[in-house]
């Protein structure tokens, strides 16, 4: 009787990407890159990263996991000059969090081994654990559970009342490394986004704001320009810390224009209360976009959306003439 083989340990990688400007177009190159180490990739837009498994991929390559992430991250750099970091090991959370505590240009690899896991999963704060937001944390710190440790060496049934059962179960697994959610190959969302990086760590919401909504006139130009409409919006705040809130609305109406974009950017901007917040990027994503054929515009009794529409028309063609930043709101500008 032939004795069954054991299975190949699992070997996935977070990779981030740190480019000097975001564009979908390179997010989508740097995909391809990634698909010729491994064709399961997971894209992650949100945040310019991906999760990829690199399993079957390294008896092809014939390298370990260091070795194999080294080939990609240059690979990155040589192709697109896009500078990278990556967090692997044998699961998904253990790689998000690898990959999270790793600064740019680095990568970091946990061995799939029950020690080396627990080394580096246990001194981890409770709130670096996937699914364990801030308010899930500071709710465990109130039991004195403050570190990924603390959870593993709670009782499941404690932490199922002060959590809930799903909850419970599932920081009490991730806790002890186990984790079998996969990698789910699949294109990349079709989204159209726009970014800015503060030259420091700035406080000041009204600087805040008033990028927020110059973003919405790029995303919005842009969209038109290509002849979109979006459906949804994304707002992504980096933190000093290099920490990130993502949040999405849905719109009304799917659109293209100002007004309304910028009712949902300021919502979203409004709904984070950044009012403390030291902030080191904004980024906002235009999802699921249609071609602006399918708009639905709802008709009203005066002409102001008629001259907003001509006024628009007439800043896009200022921009397109003399370029982006010449014209808009004047709330954009300080």
Avoid: C
Wanted: aromatic fraction near 4%; charge should be positive; avoid cysteine.
């Amino acid at each position: 009787m032939t004795p069954a083989r054991n299975p190949r340990p699992r070997a996935i990688l977070r990779i981030h990407f740190h480019p000097v400007e975001r564009n979908d177009e390179l997010y989508g190159h740097l995909l391809t890159v990634l698909d010729g180490i491994s064709p399961r990739i997971e894209p992650l837009p949100a945040d310019w990263s991906a999760y990829v498994d690199l399993t079957g991929a390294l008896t092809f390559w014939d390298r370990d996991v260091e070795g194999l992430i080294a080939v990609l991250r240059l690979r990155l750099l040589a192709l697109h000059g896009v500078q990278s970091s990556a967090g692997a090991g044998p699961t998904r959370g253990i790689a998000a969090m690898a990959a999270d505590a790793t600064p740019p240009g680095a990568a970091t690899v946990v061995v799939d081994d029950p020690y080396e896991i627990a080394a580096f999963l246990r001194p981890k704060p409770a709130a670096a654990l996937p699914g364990i937001g801030p308010k899930t944390a500071r709710t465990l710190a109130r039991y004195g559970i403050t570190t990924v440790g603390d959870i593993a060496d709670t009782p499941l049934t404690t932490l199922q009342r002060i959590l809930g059962t799903g909850p419970a179960r599932q920081a009490h697994d991730f806790a002890h490394g186990r984790d079998e959610r996969p990698v789910v190959p699949g294109a990349a969302p079709k989204t159209m986004s726009a970014g800015h990086r503060f030259d420091g760590d700035e406080l000041d919401p009204d600087r805040h704001h008033r990028t927020v909504l110059g973003l919405v006139q790029e995303l919005g130009a842009r969209l038109r320009t290509a002849g979109e409409i979006t459906q949804a919006l994304t707002l992504t705040v980096t933190y000093a810390d290099r920490t990130q809130t993502t949040r999405t609305r849905s719109l009304t109406e799917p659109t293209a224009h100002p007004p309304a974009l910028a009712a949902a950017a300021r919502d979203l901007l409004a709904g984070l209360g950044l009012q403390r917040a030291r902030v080191r990027a904004l980024a906002l994503r235009a999802e699921r976009l249609r071609p602006a054929e399918y708009a639905v515009h709802q008709l009203t009794l005066d002409d102001r959306d008629e001259k907003l529409l001509r006024l628009e028309a007439a800043l896009d063609r200022a921009r397109r003439r003399y370029g982006p930043g010449i014209a808009g709101a004047a709330s954009t500008f300080g």
